[in-house]
């Protein structure tokens, strides 16, 4: 099956600090990653959906400037959190899906567990 | 505006049959998932149902009754491993999935 990484699993930063989490699909070539954001006891949020070599599309309420995200290829979504503060300390789970599906199932990464101290 | 229910949790004893509903109200649709967290995980997928129906696959099946906004998962000969989150997901006409919360499932010996 499709298989999607994610790096790194946990971070710990001080407030005001910027951090970068990788999403890789490994064995096949994504045509669109999803980043979701989920807080303890709460379902999945999606933040944004990037296509390869075009803008994100940000949901309404997430802040752009705030949470950087670049697909650079088709293997390859990174997100930054920038200025991160501790409101941001979060479960973040990027995905993906082939495309060629009818029914464009996603592929889960298995989540980087941030915490802004 | 779009709406998933589903129970927030349910309890239920090892080897015996659970049935975790979730109804939607979705403008347009394209199908529905469910898919099954584990705490600290991310969710892994279970079943996708676009036509009316029973879909079974091994101890889990998959009902949709699009008429009714309606889906069923049905876990059979439940294991203390199933305790998770079950989070159902419905396709909207924009091809973007609508959560719901999720419905945790405590497995007692």
């Known amino acids: 099956g499709a298989v999607v990484s994610q790096h790194p699993s946990r971070v710990i930063c001080k407030s005001g600090t910027s951090v970068k989490i990788e999403c890789r699909s490994l064995?096949?070539?994504?045509?669109?990653m999803f980043w979701y954001r989920q807080f303890p006891k709460q379902s999945l949020m999606l933040m944004a959906t990037?296509?390869?070599?075009?803008?994100?599309?940000?949901e309404q309420g997430v802040e752009k400037d705030k949470f950087l995200i670049n697909h650079a290829s088709l293997t390859l979504s990174t997100l930054t959190v920038t200025s991160a503060h501790p409101e941001d300390s979060s479960f973040y789970i990027c995905?993906?899906?082939?495309?060629?599906?009818?029914?464009?199932?996603?592929?889960f990464g298995p989540g980087t567990r941030l915490t802004v101290l | 505006g779009q709406n998933i229910d589903q129970p927030t949790e349910m309890t239920a004893t090892e080897g015996a049959i659970v049935q975790i509903n979730c109804t939607y109200q979705?403008?347009?649709?394209?199908?529905l998932f469910w898919y099954q967290q584990h705490a600290g995980e991310a969710p892994t997928f279970l079943s996708y149902n676009v036509l009316d129906g029973l879909e079974e696959k091994g101890r889990f099946s998959s009902f949709l009754s699009r008429s009714k906004g309606y889906s069923y998962l049905l876990l059979k000969e439940l294991q203390m491993k199933d305790s998770a989150s079950y989070l159902c997901?419905?396709?909207?006409?924009?091809?973007?999935?609508?959560w719901g919360a999720g419905t945790k499932l405590i497995i007692k010996p």
């Open positions: 995905s993906a899906n082939t495309g060629r599906d009818s029914y464009n199932e996603q592929f």
């Open positions: 990037s296509n390869e070599g075009s803008k994100a599309t940000y």
């Open positions: 997901a419905v396709l909207d006409s924009n091809y973007q999935l609508i």
């Open positions: 979705t403008s347009g649709f394209n199908g």
């Open positions: 064995d096949f070539q994504a045509t669109t």
